[in-house]
Structure formats: structure tokens, C-alpha cells
């Protein structure tokens, strides 16, 4: 089935500092992937999203490229702030299930200090 | 746009007992998945509602069951509490494709 595997953390950066979190999946076909993100205390937000595969997805200066030769879809930031301090999930949506079903990884605890 | 709502935000039960979690979806969705996220984990499916039927369920016990209304919301049932049902219980809503809009969950503790 379905999986999705992301780098493990919790992962602690300095402000202005590069970020990757690492995700690599397994799926039927060719999936969707996203990156959500969700603050202490809330539910899941969409941060970006690539539907095929070279497709590079951008949002509030994050970045992450659809991978297929590799599976992945690993998420970059080239100078984070504190206010980023959030947990990163990686998930993907197979086309050969119905809509709205995703598969989520763990998730990855950043923390920038400042 | 009001969003994905859900009630109540926070729960307390006891084990054996049943709860019943409710969802609004995003205006104009037509679609309503439930996600179990354990502490430390990534949100896992529960099921999903569309035109008022479950159309698809995931590795879930009988227990958890739902009801999806004319108006599109939505309820989650959990019988028979037992510990492990402690999680944040998301809701999801889409027009039938894959982009999902989460609400901000409702905290069940069962003790």
C-alpha cells in the first residue's frame, strides 16, 4: 500500500539558517504530494503541493520538487524565522484511490531560535 | 468563508462510553474525511462521506462509524472508549478531488 516516510526529528535550526525535511514515498501510479503544516494547537494548513512529477511547489518561501526517479519530495527553505517553529507533515494522494484519501508521513518537529 | 469547523474542541470520556464529534464542512464541499492523529503521529483515515454514504474506510474497527447529513456536515461515532481512542480527531472536507481543507480537530481523551 501506500507510505509515505519522512526524515525524523525534531529538528532545531538558528534563524536565517536553510532548511530541508527529507520525504520519500511508495504509491500505486502517480500520486499527488503536499506538505501540510500544523501549528501548536491546530489542525492541518496546505503549505504546497506538486501534481506531477517535475513539478516544483512554492509557498511563503518554501520549496519542494516532485521527484519520480527518486520518489521524493523534500521540502527546502532557504532562511527560516521563528515564526516557521511548526510540525511538517509530508502525504500524498494516489490516483487510484477515491479523492480525499491521503497518506501522511510522521511528521518532523521544527524549532528555529533565534 | 467560515472554513472546516468542528465541535466540540476538547473531550473527556471514560472507557466503554461512546462519543459523537461533529464537522461543518468548507462552503461549497461536498466531501467529509475523518483522520485519527496520535500524539507524535501523522494524521491516519478513518473514513469518508459523500452524497451521504461512506464511499471508502480505512483500517478502522466497527466502532467508528459516521453519518453524513443533506447539508453535507457530518458526525463521527466512537463506541465501546477504550484508551487508545485518545487522539486528535481531524475533519477534512473537498469538492471531490484531492485537495482536502482540515479543521482544527476536536481533542478526545478517554480515561
Known amino acids: 500500500g501506500d507510505s509515505v516516510t519522512q526524515m525524523e526529528g525534531p529538528v532545531t535550526l538558528s534563524e536565517e539558517a536553510f532548511l530541508t525535511i527529507n520525504c520519500t514515498y511508495t504509491?500505486?501510479?502517480?500520486?499527488?504530494l503536499f506538505w501540510y503544516v500544523q501549528y501548536p494547537g491546530e489542525g492541518l494548513q496546505l503549505l504546497l503541493k506538486a501534481t506531477k512529477a517535475d513539478d516544483k511547489g512554492s509557498n511563503k518561501g518554501f520549496e519542494a520538487t516532485y521527484r519520480k526517479e527518486t520518489t521524493s519530495f523534500h521540502l527546502e527553505k532557504g532562511s527560516v524565522q521563528v515564526s516557521d517553529s511548526a510540525v511538517y507533515f509530508c502525504a500524498l494522494h494516489s490516483a487510484y484511490t477515491n479523492a480525499g484519501k491521503s497518506t501522511f508521513g510522521d511528521g518532523t518537529t521544527l524549532t528555529v531560535k533565534p | 468563508d467560515a472554513g472546516v469547523t468542528q465541535s466540540p474542541t476538547h473531550l473527556i470520556k471514560t472507557r466503554g462510553q461512546q462519543v459523537t464529534l461533529r464537522c461543518s464542512p468548507k462552503?461549497?464541499?461536498?466531501?467529509v474525511s475523518w483522520y485519527q492523529q496520535a500524539l507524535g503521529q501523522g494524521p491516519q483515515f478513518i473514513f469518508q462521506?459523500?452524497?451521504?454514504?461512506?464511499?471508502q474506510r480505512g483500517n478502522f474497527p466497527d466502532r467508528f462509524s459516521g453519518h453524513q447529513f443533506p447539508n453535507y456536515s457530518s458526525e463521527l461515532n466512537v463506541n465501546a472508549l477504550l484508551l487508545g481512542d485518545s487522539a486528535l480527531y481531524l475533519c477534512?472536507?473537498?469538492?471531490?478531488?484531492?485537495?482536502?481543507?482540515f479543521g482544527p480537530g476536536t481533542r478526545l481523551t478517554v480515561t
Open positions: 462521506y459523500y452524497e451521504e454514504e461512506e464511499r
Open positions: 462552503s461549497g464541499h461536498d466531501t
Open positions: 504509491a500505486t501510479g502517480y500520486p499527488s
Open positions: 477534512a472536507s473537498s469538492t471531490d478531488s484531492y485537495e482536502q481543507y
